[in-house]
């Protein structure tokens, strides 16, 4: 299906979790929707419920984007459709718990591919496309995590840290472009992330629903950064105030809190 409409999304990680849940507010808003992510059956789902209640048109494309080959397949099959992307979400990310030395490297890769690789190349390559139209707009998703040390999740906090400081160098270079780039960082959301992580549940954890819901509002009011939730900017203020290593004593005492008899 070619998209025609001029507000067109592509979301990565759509299948589930804050991603399935701005695609929905997105598409209340009429925006025709490219979804990616690994699971074609969910998306299948998504798209079939989303077209019916929203009329809009969905793409949806099954990609594995750790690989680097998938990112660049990515860009060339919405190339080949025709579409051009208006509004790119770098959405999917990966994250695993646990000693540095324990990790196995293939999930160290995973993350570095995921959370950091697959945000650069599809930033350029959808980028490029929208400087020729001088608009666009990009949402990237980090953490609260971007602010501090992570020890016992140091890989995955580190990327997000990356995913910070790289989105706000963009938002500054793209500005005379007419490109805004936006930052999302929710701290512990529901989203089955913990368990793919290898850790509890965090009790007061926001629902990817809320997330999404401040996300979004931020997004549509030009915020450079996004962070959701009363007790998640507290504790951005306090990492931004405390020395690292303090920081890092703390984090590693919730890790290890979290992670504990999963």
Do not use: W
Request: charged share 25%.
């Amino acid at each position: 299906m070619t998209l025609n409409n001029e507000k067109t999304v592509l979301i990565t990680g759509a299948s589930s979790g804050i991603g399935l849940e701005l695609a929905k507010l997105f598409s209340k808003d009429g925006y025709n929707l490219i979804l990616v992510a690994r699971s074609e059956n969910k998306l299948e789902e998504i798209a079939k419920n989303l077209i019916k209640k929203y009329n809009i048109n969905v793409h949806i494309i099954k990609e594995d984007l750790s690989k680097r080959e998938s990112v660049k397949d990515l860009f060339l099959k919405v190339q080949q459709l025709g579409i051009r992307v208006t509004t790119l979400v770098n959405n999917a990310g990966a994250g695993y718990c646990g000693l540095f030395h324990e990790i196995d490297i293939d999930k160290d890769e995973k993350m570095i591919g995921l959370n950091i690789e697959a945000i650069t190349y599809l930033t350029k390559l959808f980028s490029k496309e929208m400087i020729k139209l001088k608009k666009g707009s990009i949402l990237n998703v980090a953490s609260t995590g971007s602010y501090e040390p992570g020890p016992y999740i140091a890989v995955y906090y580190a990327s997000k840290a990356y995913v910070l400081s790289f989105s706000q160098a963009l938002e500054n270079e793209l500005k005379p472009y007419g490109i805004k780039v936006c930052t999302l960082c929710p701290g512990a959301t529901k989203t089955g992330f913990s368990k793919n992580a290898g850790k509890k549940d965090i009790k007061t954890a926001m629902s990817a629903e809320k997330t999404a819901e401040i996300a979004y509002r931020g997004f549509m009011k030009n915020k450079s950064v996004i962070i959701p939730g009363f007790f998640n900017k507290i504790a951005v203020l306090f990492c931004k105030l405390l020395p690292g290593k303090i920081s890092a004593v703390v984090v590693r005492r919730i890790q290890e809190n979290v992670t504990k008899n999963f």
